[in-house]
């Protein structure tokens, strides 16, 4: 069983629209990592936060330590946008990222 | 800008070939990390490096092999490459705590 849950696997929106993409985790962890990664491969790193909310542009990300669960926000949501989001965490035991499946998401004009 | 650089994005190689996949990173960092990025199972992690001539295991690194004979450079090798080892590679590097940079990837298919 994967220990990093995200959702939904798949999201396909309008554009402007606001998105939530949720990951949940089982233990406790040092860090938890938001990614984004375009057609084509490269993964640029968008959030790394242990605990409450960082804001960049149009990207939100929220940690809740005691429910161990973020979320990433996108406002005002545009068709470049569209890409796969991936959550990960180092857990407090070692430095590896252990990584979620990743939610697809496309937006629409 | 800090970067990760992967030498090639499109590599296709020949069963039983010997294949090098590059890495290099220009801040300094003293971890470095391999993963091999397929469908249906997510990122996984091949081998990672703390440190120059240091090297652990991560996930699966069965077929491969890894040398980090400098700081800035971490090589995957795939001894004999084979046919399930097609897959993107996805190199990456962190300083001592935090801060993952990522590089842009290298689609591997070995025929």
């Known amino acids: 069983k994967n220990e990093v849950e995200q959702s939904p696997q798949n999201l396909t929106a309008q554009e402007g629209e606001f998105i939530t993409i949720n990951c949940s985790y089982s233990v406790g962890i040092s860090a938890l990592h938001w990614l984004q990664q375009h057609p084509g491969g490269g993964i640029v790193s968008l959030f790394m936060?242990?605990?409450g909310k960082k804001k960049h542009g149009r990207l939100i990300a929220t940690i809740n330590i005691q429910e161990k669960h973020s979320s990433l926000h996108i406002t005002a949501s545009h068709p470049r946008d569209s890409a796969v989001y991936i959550c990960a965490v180092t857990w407090t035991s070692g430095s590896r990222l252990t990584f979620g499946e990743g939610t697809q998401l496309t937006v629409n004009p | 800008d800090v970067k990760v650089t992967q030498s090639s994005r499109y590599l296709v190689k020949r069963t039983g070939e010997k294949v090098f996949l590059e890495c290099v990173q220009d801040m300094d960092h003293e971890n470095m990390f391999w993963y091999r990025q397929d469908p249906g199972l997510g990122l996984r992690l091949i081998y990672f490096s703390y440190d120059v001539k240091m090297k652990e295991k991560g996930d699966i690194p069965e077929g491969y092999s890894v040398s980090r004979e400098k700081k800035e450079r971490f090589s995957l090798i795939l001894e004999s490459a084979s046919t399930n080892q097609t897959s993107m590679y996805l190199c990456?590097?962190?300083?001592?705590?935090?801060?993952?940079?990522f590089g842009s990837g290298t689609r591997l298919t070995v025929v």
């Open positions: 936060l242990s605990s």
């Open positions: 990456a590097s962190r300083p001592a705590i935090y801060g993952y940079t």
